[in-house]
C-alpha cells in the first residue's frame, strides 16, 4: 500500500504540532518546516479539523493546536480519515463501466490481502502520535527543524525528509 501525499502531509503536521503543544502553530510555519506547499497544506489542515484531530484558528495570532491529547491520536485513525481509497489493488473497487473483476467471486489472492491490510491497520491502530513523540524523539525533531530553519533563513531550500 502506498499512502497518498494528503495522509502523509497529514502526519507530518501531527507531528510538527505535537512537537509544540506550548503554543499555536501557523500553517506558513509547518509548510517551511517540510518545504510543501502551503495552498495544499490549507486542504490537509482543513480536513484534519472536520476529523477533530486538531482545531484551528483564524485570524491575527491564529493558528493549530491538536484537538486532543497527543495520546488519543490513533495513527490508524489519521490514515482511515486520510485516505479515500483502502484497497489495496485496482480489483477491489467497481471499474468506471460498472464491472468488477472477472475472478471477484473466486480469487483467493483478495482475501490475503484484505488480512495483509487488516493486520497494516492493527499495527498503526497500536500506535498513537503520543507514543510516537517520545522525549528523545521531540529532541531529535527539535534539531532538525532548528538546522532547516537556519537553512531556510540563508535563501537555500529548506531541508526536508
Given at each position: 500500500?502506498?499512502?497518498?501525499?494528503?495522509?502523509?502531509?497529514?502526519?507530518?503536521?501531527?507531528?510538527?504540532?505535537?512537537?509544540?503543544?506550548?503554543?499555536?502553530?501557523?500553517?506558513?510555519?509547518?509548510?517551511?518546516?517540510?518545504?510543501?506547499?502551503?495552498?495544499?497544506?490549507?486542504?490537509?489542515?482543513?480536513?484534519?479539523?472536520?476529523?477533530?484531530?486538531?482545531?484551528?484558528?483564524?485570524?491575527?495570532?491564529?493558528?493549530?493546536?491538536?484537538?486532543?491529547?497527543?495520546?488519543?491520536?490513533?495513527?490508524?485513525?489519521?490514515?482511515?480519515?486520510?485516505?479515500?481509497?483502502?484497497?489495496?489493488?485496482?480489483?477491489?473497487?467497481?471499474?468506471?463501466?460498472?464491472?468488477?473483476?472477472v475472478?471477484?467471486?473466486?480469487?483467493?489472492?483478495?482475501?490475503?490481502?484484505?488480512?495483509?491490510?487488516?493486520?497494516?491497520?492493527?499495527v498503526?491502530?497500536?500506535?498513537?502520535?503520543?507514543?510516537?513523540?517520545?522525549?528523545?524523539?521531540c529532541?531529535?525533531?527539535?534539531?532538525?527543524?532548528?538546522?532547516?530553519?537556519?537553512?531556510?533563513?540563508?535563501?537555500?531550500?529548506?531541508?526536508?525528509?
Amino acid at each position: 500500500m502506498r499512502m497518498t501525499l494528503h495522509t502523509d502531509y497529514a502526519l507530518r503536521t501531527l507531528f510538527y504540532v505535537g512537537l509544540h503543544t506550548d503554543r499555536r502553530v501557523s500553517i506558513r510555519e509547518v509548510a517551511n518546516a517540510y518545504g510543501i506547499s502551503e495552498n495544499h497544506l490549507v486542504k490537509v489542515i482543513h480536513k484534519l479539523g472536520r476529523g477533530g484531530f486538531i482545531q484551528t484558528m483564524r485570524g491575527r495570532g491564529g493558528g493549530m493546536t491538536l484537538a486532543r491529547a497527543a495520546d488519543e491520536i490513533r495513527i490508524g485513525d489519521v490514515v482511515r480519515y486520510t485516505e479515500e481509497d483502502m484497497n489495496l489493488v485496482a480489483c477491489e473497487s467497481t471499474t468506471t463501466d460498472g464491472r468488477s473483476c472477472v475472478l471477484a467471486r473466486q480469487c483467493s489472492l483478495r482475501g490475503l490481502l484484505g488480512q495483509a491490510l487488516a493486520a497494516f491497520m492493527s499495527v498503526l491502530d497500536d500506535a498513537t502520535l503520543g507514543s510516537l513523540l517520545t522525549d528523545e524523539e521531540c529532541i531529535v525533531l527539535r534539531q532538525i527543524f532548528a538546522v532547516a530553519q537556519v537553512t531556510d533563513t540563508r535563501g537555500a531550500a529548506p531541508v526536508t525528509q
